[in-house]
Nanobody, 128 residues
């Protein structure tokens, strides 16, 4: 089972920007749908954003829409999350997810059980 590897997390201040990256552990696997989720202690994993195979369609949660941008590279291997205007409430462990059987609709892509491949997560902390 191919795992995903996230990078780019860290400690930033309120209003700062940060860019997360996600790549498959084998460096070559491609997935039709890729997404970002996040989780804080004691809470369920929360959908952040998802992107289509071609990268031309993306979905965002209401809490990040307009501040975060999800993209993927032309080779369809790597995925990124550009986070701007970060707030303390964005503090969480961010997970990369991928799947080949996800129905590309908002209600479906928000469900973490639709994704078969996951990363270990990267911590993002936004100080006030």
């Amino acid at each position: 089972q191919v795992q995903l590897v996230e990078s780019g997390g860290g400690l930033v201040q309120n209003g700062d920007s940060l860019r997360l990256s996600c790549e498959p552990s084998d460096g070559t696997s491609r997935f039709y749908t890729m997404a970002w989720f996040r989780q804080t202690p004691g809470e369920e994993r929360e959908f952040v954003a998802a992107i289509s195979w071609r990268g031309d369609v993306a979905f965002y949660s209401d809490s990040v829409r307009g501040r975060f941008t999800i993209t993927r590279d032309n080779a369809k291997i790597a995925m990124y999350l550009q986070m701007s205007s970060l707030k303390p409430e964005d503090t969480a462990v961010y997970y990369c997810a991928a799947g080949n059987d996800v129905v590309f609709a908002q209600a479906t892509m928000e469900r973490d059980d639709q994704y078969q491949h996951w990363g270990q997560g990267t911590q993002v902390t936004v100080s006030s």
